[in-house]
């Protein structure tokens, strides 16, 4: 997925499964429950129709822990930011708990400023802290 290979990304998901982002950028959900939630929010068609991005490829180490289902993973993927017109890389850290074969919760860890910055939203992020 973060290759831009088209994934269901929810289908990855237990039908109850939790997807947060801790640290949610404006516009983003910090929580979303379900695999049909999940989906609607990363919904393949509509990410294509956006084209925010252009994902060239994606580096990936992936780390397990002392708890079987948890492994932690570093992702940084990179490419073309049609926001800023300019190549890109962006890095993430994945804490996912796998159950069964499928994802029970994944805390997505983003840096809002880097995502502000290559979507072209810093003015929504400024906008946001500048809001009492």
């Known amino acids: 997925m973060a290759a831009g290979e088209s994934v269901d990304f929810a289908a990855l998901f237990a039908a109850d499964g939790v997807l947060r ?19 609607a929010f990363h919904d393949p068609v509509e990410l294509r129709r956006s084209r925010m991005l252009d994902v060239e490829g994606a580096d990936v180490i992936v780390r397990a822990t002392d708890d079987p289902e948890i492994v932690i ?8 930011s049609y926001a800023t017109g300019r190549p890109y890389r962006f890095r993430l850290l994945g804490v996912i708990r796998v159950r069964n074969g499928e994802i029970v919760s994944y805390d997505d860890y983003l840096d809002p400023i880097a995502m502000a910055t290559l979507f072209g939203r810093t003015a929504d992020l400024i906008a946001t802290l500048s809001t009492p």
């Open 21 to 39: 982002y801790p640290f949610a950028p404006p516009g983003t959900p910090r929580e979303l429950r379900g695999r049909d939630a999940i989906r």
């Open 73 to 80: 993973a570093e992702v940084e993927h990179y490419g073309h």
